[in-house]
């Protein structure tokens, strides 16, 4: 693998929410190959549906996906939600970091749990 992680952020500047995060997913897929994991943010998409459907191909590739789907954050307090979501965020990496480095398997590990 040449890098351990990929983030990508996108505007889907208001684009139909399933069609978005079909493309979104391909990507992700993709990049998961050479990279080991990938995470990406999508700002200003329309209704996204039953997030669900758009895991199957995930699943049957053999990778773990995890999608999520926020309300806007007011404008008064999108800082501080930034500043929250930035840390809890690279908390993650790190803890990620160091099951890969002790040679662990994310897969094999929620299989066997």
Do not use: N
Not at 11 to 32: F, I, K, N, Q
Not at 74 to 89: I, L, M, N, S, V
């Amino acid at each position: 693998m040449a890098r351990l992680f990929s983030f990508r952020h996108d505007s889907a500047d208001g684009l139909p929410g399933p069609w978005v995060l079909t493309e979104a997913v391909a990507v992700a897929m993709e990049r998961v190959r050479t990279t080991g994991v990938v995470a990406a943010t999508l700002t200003r998409c329309t209704h996204v549906a039953c997030l669900a459907a758009y895991l199957v191909p995930v699943v049957e590739a053999g990778l773990i996906g995890l999608l999520t789907v926020s309300t806007p954050v007011p404008e008064a307090h999108q800082d501080a939600a930034r500043a929250q979501g930035k840390a809890r965020f690279e908390q993650f990496v790190e803890q990620l970091g160091r099951h890969l480095l002790r040679g662990r398997r994310l897969v094999r590990d929620v299989v066997e749990e």
